[in-house]
């Protein structure tokens, strides 16, 4: 089967939905399946795997930024590649974002299954442009979400039904054995691997680690991710400034080696969060999970089971549960042993099969 994937956001980006598109293809591949990415990028080139078909802006929204294109040079591009290739499914994520995956749903003439991974606990954009959306999702022939969260805000437009099959991660890699990096301060750290901006709870993150550093002398934070709220560092006492280690971006194929250095992974998003693949990441490594108790991530973790999850925007009750899981060896491990049942749960051999089902369905009902 020949698959056109189309991925919304600047390919060259950290990102998860561009993470999940990467891997979903590698994967299609290793299944005797033919792919080919569209996507926005910054450099125009492109490759048997990739096309690039449009320049990316970055446009503000729901407390984020999204690296989309959509112009009528993006739409030639887009089109000659699809004639190119001929794909027997388009499988659009994000289509009702104004980028690749819009255009994709558009100009497809074989079937279109469509990928929903965002969730908004309101979205004043979506309500305003519902029925244009609603011409877009009539082109659509499956849909999928990647949780209950997802679909419950997909279905605010969609009328058709809408099927959970999670986002895929690669547990396997997670899951392996990895080398911790050289260098790293000794002694119990926690780790950070996300944006470092208001959505994902980097300042909330900052101000429980102050707590923590002032009654754990040996208390270090490990930052994976760049982003605006890094100047939230500037907030800390400089005793506890020092015991924080900015490691700027790092590649995805780099990161278990942090994770293998970690004590307890810790994700305070304060809410539109659809599913939780960094997550399921640390779970797979066996690195106890501490998190937020919002939409997507209970999907993702069970309270007292796969981790502990605390309230959002709760800085006193994120540290005293950190601190829980630094201090409590026996609640650690435990946590660290349920993590790594449940990964495989969410990885791509249980999920691949699901997408490629979707596929057959939306072939069959096309014929």
């Known amino acids: 089967m020949k698959v056109l994937l189309a991925c919304p956001y600047d390919w060259t980006s950290p990102g998860g939905v561009q993470v999940h598109v990467r891997q979903l293809a590698e994967r299609l591949r290793s299944r005797d399946h033919r792919t080919l990415i569209v996507a926005p990028g910054p450099d125009a080139s492109s490759n048997g795997v990739v096309r690039i078909v449009g320049r990316p802006i970055r446009v503000p929204y729901g407390g984020t930024v999204a690296p989309i294109s959509f112009s009528p040079g993006s739409w030639r591009r887009l089109r000659s590649a699809m004639r190119a290739f001929d794909p027997d499914v388009v499988h659009v994520h994000e289509p009702f974002t104004p980028s690749t995956s819009m255009l994709a749903t558009l100009a497809a003439t074989a079937p279109v299954v469509a990928t929903f991974h965002a969730f908004l606990d309101r979205s004043r954009l979506m309500e305003v442009s519902g029925p244009v959306l609603r011409q877009i999702d009539r082109r659509i022939d499956a849909a999928v979400a990647v949780s209950d969260a997802a679909a419950s805000f997909v279905r605010r437009v969609r009328r058709g039904p809408v099927e959970i099959v999670p986002n895929g991660v690669d547990v396997a890699?997670?899951?392996?054995?990895?080398?911790?990096?050289?260098?790293?301060?000794?002694?119990?750290?926690?780790?950070?691997?996300?944006?470092?901006?208001?959505?994902?709870?980097?300042?909330?993150?900052?101000?429980?680690?102050?707590?923590?550093?002032?009654?754990?002398?040996?208390?270090?934070?490990?930052?994976?991710?760049?982003?605006?709220?890094?100047?939230?560092?500037?907030?800390?006492?400089?005793?506890?400034?020092?015991?924080?280690?900015?490691?700027?971006?790092?590649?995805?194929?780099?990161?278990?080696?942090?994770?293998?250095?970690?004590?307890?992974?810790?994700?305070?998003?304060?809410?539109?969060?659809?599913?939780?693949?960094?997550?399921?990441?640390?779970?797979?490594?066996?690195?106890?999970?501490?998190?937020?108790?919002?939409?997507?991530?209970?999907?993702?973790?069970?309270?007292?089971?796969?981790?502990?999850?605390?309230?959002?925007?709760?800085?006193?009750?994120?540290?005293?549960?950190?601190?829980?899981?630094?201090?409590?060896?026996?609640?650690?491990?435990?946590?660290?042993?349920?993590?790594?049942?449940?990964?495989?749960?969410?990885?791509?051999?249980?999920?691949?099969?699901?997408?490629?089902?979707?596929?057959?369905?939306?072939?069959?009902?096309?014929?």
């Not at 980097?202 to 754990?216: Q, T, Y």
């Not at 693949?277 to 089971?305: K, Q």
């Open 173 to 367: 890699r997670f899951a392996g054995p990895a080398d911790p990096p050289e260098g790293l301060p000794v002694g119990r750290r926690i780790l950070w691997v996300n944006r470092l901006d208001p959505q994902k709870g980097f300042g909330v993150m900052i101000d429980a680690f102050a707590r923590l550093a002032r009654e754990l002398d040996d208390v270090f934070l490990l930052v994976v991710g760049e982003g605006r709220d890094r100047v939230a560092l500037r907030s800390l006492p400089r005793q506890a400034r020092n015991r924080v280690v900015p490691l700027g971006t790092v590649p995805h194929d780099e990161v278990p080696r942090y994770h293998a250095a970690a004590n307890v992974f810790c994700s305070p998003a304060v809410g539109q969060e659809s599913f939780g693949m960094v997550l399921v990441e640390a779970m797979a490594a066996g690195v106890p999970v501490v998190a937020t108790d919002i939409p997507g991530y209970r999907e993702v973790v069970r309270d007292g089971v796969d981790g502990l999850l605390v309230r959002p925007n709760d800085t006193e009750a994120l540290a005293n549960a950190i601190h829980r899981v630094l201090t409590e060896p026996e609640l650690a491990s435990s946590l660290a042993a349920a993590g790594r049942a449940r990964a495989p749960h969410f990885g791509w051999d249980a999920v691949v099969p699901r997408i490629e089902a979707v596929y057959g369905r939306a072939l069959n009902d096309a014929r």
